[in-house]
């Protein structure tokens, strides 16, 4: 059920900005590295995984803008969200030309970057799903792959048992309908479900452990008292 974080590559030539940044994401559970230019960076990437960039476009040795538009000239994919000058309005519309993902002008909220990070990491994962021809579905920060059995948080991949993946799954296959627990286990008859030796009602919860912020007021595996359950991709209360 453990995730793995996010590993989060900061690019900018100003130590305080990297160090209040990285020590903001950190805390949010991010993992974080840095560094001071394109040098660095093609150092750190070369070795290391980087699941998305912040880059900053104004930089002595080689410009944020000249960065995207070598990574992006190589093949190299990896999401990239710049930090511009405030009204900035021209380097910001040539970062996103130049295959740039996002931005955030400076000053800005940290909580701002991190929801924008959220938000890259969402997309990206969903486009490498689609890409790969996988059976996928996407709720909230999350996107379910049959074909590839698995599941990701924010673009991160999160460890489920596969009980777990296959009562998702019957979910999943039927949004927004209400399933007493015999449909359940009827939908799940045939499939590897280890996971049916116990209650319904107890692996209900064992995934409302991952899927929600708050387990005990869940959005997406919803009650529906006296009947069973209901999955609700877009979190909206049932009707």
Known sequence: MATNPASILIVDDDPKIRDLTSQYLIDQGLNVHSANGGKEMDTFIASHQVSLIILDLMMPEESGLAICQRLRGSGN???????????DEIDRIVGLEMGAD?????????????????????????????????????????????????LTKNGVPISITSGEFELLKVFIDH??????????????????????????????????????????????????WGFGYIFVPDGDAAH
Request: avoid cysteine.
């Open 77 to 87: 994919l990896t999401p990239i969200i710049i930090l511009t000058a405030k009204g």
């Open 175 to 224: 949004p927004r309908q209400p399933l007493s627990r015999d449909q359940i286990m009827q939908l799940a008859k045939g499939r590897e479900l280890d996971v049916f030796d116990r209650s319904i009602d107890v692996q209900i919860s064992r995934l409302r452990k991952i899927l929600e912020e708050d387990h005990t007021s869940p959005k997406f595996l919803q009650t529906m």
């Open 102 to 150: 996002d931005y955030v002008s400076k000053p800005f909220n940290p909580r701002e970057l991190l929801a924008r990070i959220n938000a890259v990491l969402r997309r990206n994962d969903l486009k490498q799903a689609q890409a790969s021809n996988s059976e996928s579905l996407a709720f909230g920060p999350f996107v379910f792959s049959s074909d590839a059995r698995s």
